[in-house]
């Protein structure tokens, strides 16, 4: 999800409604003999909004378990996930008047800003890598079909050598040998610097397959760098979920021991 135009509403939607929140706090701290506290009722009203904020942001997996529901479009959800979230960190804070009593409250805040963080690392990995994946990997392919694709080329290189023209027999098997012990294992982390020594050892005649065989590696490596880049634009995923899920989990036992005791 790049961060673009689109944005500009929620933007300042968000930054509007923090404001109007400020100034409610300081009023409230300013004005409040016993200071802003998550129980009086401009704390609890902070406090419902914030989680209600959480629990609509944290609604994106749910929508994502069911792709063919039309509730909404996707972009306007991650666009609510994202810009709701954020918004919510103030909030929560506000609820709390910025002291944490007592061991639950402490965990939900250390929870809730590892999970802000890591969703707005998240958010710089999906603004900024697809671009780096579209200078870095021109021929870009289909993350799924990845493994397919390197069969497919590990068969047209055995199908280049098998299949490669040789004036004599000495130099096919060369070709063979060549191939087998030193370019084939590197198909999976293949070395551009191999194929030039390659080229003064073996007859010309076989230069265009060499070509062929370095193009091969060239996707492979392309191939390679897809797949780092897919990783490091998903693995803050593997934090942010997980915590994400035990944050509103635990937030909702804070709220009804409050509510009860």
């Known amino acids: ?9 929620w933007l300042l939607w968000s930054v509007t409604a923090l404001a109007v929140a400020t100034l409610i706090y300081m009023l409230l ?9 998550g129980g009086n009722a401009m704390g609890l009203a902070f406090g419902i909004a914030g989680y209600g904020m959480m629990l609509f942001a944290g609604l994106l997996g749910v929508r994502k378990k069911f792709p063919t529901v039309r509730i909404g479009r996707a972009q306007t959800w991650m666009r609510s ?17 910025f ?10 805040m250390v929870l809730f800003v590892i999970v802000a963080a890591s969703g707005v690392i998240g958010a710089a990995f999906q603004h900024y890598l697809p671009t780096v994946m579209t200078t870095q990997v021109p021929l870009e392919t289909i993350y799924e079909e990845i493994p397919h694709v390197r069969e497919q080329l590990l068969e047209e290189a055995d199908h280049l050598v098998e299949a490669a023209p040789a004036a004599t027999a000495a130099d096919k098997a060369r070709l063979r040998e060549v191939y087998h012990a030193q ?7 293949p070395s551009a610097e191999m194929f030039p020594p390659l080229r003064a050892s073996l007859p010309a005649t076989l230069h265009p397959v060499l070509d062929d065989l370095e193009d091969i590696c060239k996707e492979q490596r392309q191939l390679s760098r897809q797949v780092r880049l897919y990783q490091w634009m998903h693995a803050w995923l593997l934090v942010h979920v997980p915590l ?7 937030g909702g036992v804070h709220a009804i021991m409050a509510l009860r005791y």
């Open 1 to 9: 999800m790049r961060i673009d135009a689109t944005h500009r509403p």
């Open 244 to 250: 994400s899920i035990l944050l509103l989990v635990l």
């Open 29 to 37: 701290a300013v004005r409040s003999l016993e200071g802003p506290r």
């Open 99 to 108: 002291a944490f009593r007592g061991p639950l409250t402490a965990i939900l």
């Open 183 to 189: 370019i084939r294992p590197h198909l999976e982390q």
């Open 81 to 97: 996930h994202l810009w709701l979230g954020l918004l919510s960190f103030p909030l929560i804070l506000f609820h709390s008047g």
